[in-house]
């Protein structure tokens, strides 16, 4: 039954209690291929400040140690906290959509899978206002890879998180930056391959909403297959599709 409570007491109620798992809970959250990719992009220097939006557990801050001055992290979820002190030089409790920062306060801003549970135009204006001019800042998020298997992969995506206020395409990402005002935008493409079972395994999801997703698996459309290349028999392989999107303040 979906709960009644305002989504960011939601999304913070969630988190909280996947905070044990969080880290185990997909293959993507510690895959470094993806992580070596968002610093690519991101092209951060030594010399730079970082802000983790939607930080977490510090995961994507943590591919960034070393290679930037200083990295600080913003979250609703303190819950998270205690896992990301080792790589993040200061944690604050915020929201994406008012970022408790001054306008240009950092060379880069980077905000992986947080955007869904936000008013995400809201959020990502904050990321360009937080950020200097000439900085980047990059989004990395799920998407559905097209019109063919949008409805059937939002369905489990909802069905994994109930907060969740977004769904994504490619394109929306590139809109969002752009409406923003965000230049020399682009979406890079990521794929990572999910068993299903670990991906549902959550901590914060009931038994009745796991088994609705591996029913969309099951049931799913021979275009999701063909696109999410499903396998299906004692587990379930998804091959999830990430939009990387980066971009520019004008400087």
């Given at each position: 039954m979906p709960s009644s409570a305002p989504v960011d007491i939601q999304v913070r109620d969630h988190f909280t209690a996947r905070a044990a798992r969080y880290n185990v809970s997909s293959h993507w959250v510690t895959d470094p291929v993806l992580g070596a990719l968002t610093v690519k992009l991101l092209a951060p220097r030594p010399t730079d400040v970082l802000l983790d939006v939607a930080c977490g557990t510090g995961l994507v801050a943590k591919e960034f140690v070393g290679k930037v001055a200083r990295i600080v992290g913003v979250d609703i979820t303190?819950?998270?906290f205690d896992q990301a002190r080792p790589y993040v030089d200061e944690l604050v409790v915020g929201g994406g959509e008012a970022l408790p920062f001054p306008d240009a306060s950092f060379d880069r801003v980077v905000c992986r899978q947080g955007i869904q549970f936000m008013r995400d135009g809201e959020a990502v204006r904050e990321m360009l206002r937080v950020l200097k001019?000439?900085?980047r800042v990059c989004l990395v998020h799920l998407c559905a890879y097209g019109e063919a298997d949008r409805?059937?992969?939002?369905e489990s995506l909802r069905l994994r998180n109930e907060a969740r206020r977004n769904f994504?395409?490619?394109?929306d990402l590139t809109r969002l930056l752009a409406d923003?005002?965000?230049?020399?935008?682009?979406?890079h493409d990521y794929v990572s391959v999910e068993d299903v079972d670990v991906w549902s395994n959550t901590g914060a999801i009931t038994d009745e909403a796991r088994e609705g997703i591996r029913e969309v698996y099951r049931n799913a459309s021979p275009a999701f297959r063909e696109l999410h290349a499903v396998q299906t028999g004692d587990r379930i392989v998804d091959h999830m599709l990430f939009g990387v999107a980066v971009g520019?303040?004008?400087g």
């Open positions: 303190e819950a998270m001019p000439g900085g409805a059937e992969y939002f994504y395409v490619r394109g923003a005002g965000a230049v020399n935008v682009a979406v520019e303040k004008a």
